[in-house]
């Protein structure tokens, strides 16, 4: 994976302003989409809720206690629709990236870059493989420790995520939200830290941030673990088609389990969620080894032979 670094034609100059807009601008875009779109989400359930109980909140008006009760119901609201918000944020934002991203993929042909070589499909099931597995042990770890005990965030979280109906679940947060999270944090702010530097560093660099911006202790660690893995997948497949196939199935899986109460038959039998968490381990090993015979390095030869077809076309 280092090879490539050497192979990467240098950056154009750019001043300090600009390398950090290039690096932050997709976070801060994802960001404003999200502020956007849940204030326009929090601003048509306070008009419906209100339209729904007029009588009541304008008797409020006049009421602190009342008032304070209804700013607890419209919150509830909000709360019981934070899956379709976020799936919507996650629509608006796909189309956006999109653009980004296909504007670094054309920069990067104007610099003569090479790509890594793109591994067929069939191979993806190991990456399949690898994040389901993954997904399970490290949640069965965090159930085993009980690290959800000591943060109120991740519980909350989880619960406002998955109260709603399975259908919306599926939709936003195992097809829109892995879309949208893979363009922003692998497709682009991985992509572009590894144009600067090893993949190590851009993993890594990439995985923190991922895992900071789930806000709370528990989703922060798994954040950065399955970060890791993703951009692991991201080069060794060549394509950002693989982290994203490997981030709809954890949330898939999450989704699922979480609907069909698998977490809760687990935690029912300690032998069993062990003999589980070690059965994950090694499948995951064995993917990680499969995967990492995957041979990505660019093929300058045949690229250069494309290249020279294109100048006689």
């Known amino acids: 994976m280092e090879e490539q670094n050497r192979q990467v034609p240098p950056m154009p100059p750019r001043s300090n302003g600009k390398r950090m807009w290039h690096l932050c601008g997709p976070l801060v875009i994802k960001w404003a989409i999200g502020f956007g779109v849940s204030m326009a989400a929090m601003m048509a359930l306070s008009f ?4 729904a109980h007029y009588d009541a909140a304008m008797s409020a008006m006049q009421d602190e206690t009342q008032m304070m009760n209804l700013y607890a119901n419209l919150l509830e609201e909000y709360v019981n629709a934070t899956t379709l918000v976020e799936g919507i944020a ?9 653009v980004l991203f296909h504007k670094d993929r054309v920069a990067e042909k104007l610099r003569g870059v090479i790509p890594n070589k793109k591994a067929p499909i069939w191979k993806y099931l190991a990456e399949i493989v690898l994040a389901l597995s993954l997904s399970m042990g490290l949640n069965n770890l965090i159930l085993i420790a ?20 399975l259908f919306v679940q599926i939709i936003s947060l195992a097809v829109l939200v892995p879309i949208s999270e893979e ?24 995985s923190i941030v991922f895992g900071l911006l789930h806000m709370n202790m528990v989703q922060m660690i798994y954040g950065f673990i ?14 950002v088609k693989a982290p994203i196939v490997a981030h709809m199935a954890m949330n898939l899986l999450s989704v699922l389990g979480t609907e069909f109460k698998l977490y809760e038959w687990l935690v029912e039998d300690s032998l069993r969620i062990g003999i589980i968490t ?6 995951s090993a064995t993917m990680f080894v499969l995967i ?5 390095r660019p093929d ?6 494309k290249n020279e077809n294109l100048a006689d076309a």
């Open 226 to 239: 399955l970060g890791m893995m993703l951009a692991y997948v991201y080069e060794k497949y060549g394509s």
């Open 90 to 98: 996650a629509l608006v934002t796909i189309p956006v990236m999109l």
């Open 146 to 165: 009980n690290l959800s005990s000591v943060s109120d965030g991740y519980q909350e979280t989880m619960d406002a995520l998955y109260s709603a109906p």
């Open 292 to 296: 990492q015979r995957i041979d990505e």
């Open 300 to 305: 300058i030869e045949e690229q250069m032979n």
């Open 278 to 283: 070690v059965v994950c381990a090694a499948v």
């Open 48 to 51: 419906t809720y209100i339209y």
């Open 183 to 206: 363009l922003v944090f692998r497709g682009l702010l991985f992509k572009r830290l590894r144009e600067q530097g090893a993949f190590m560093q851009a993993a890594l660099y990439s």
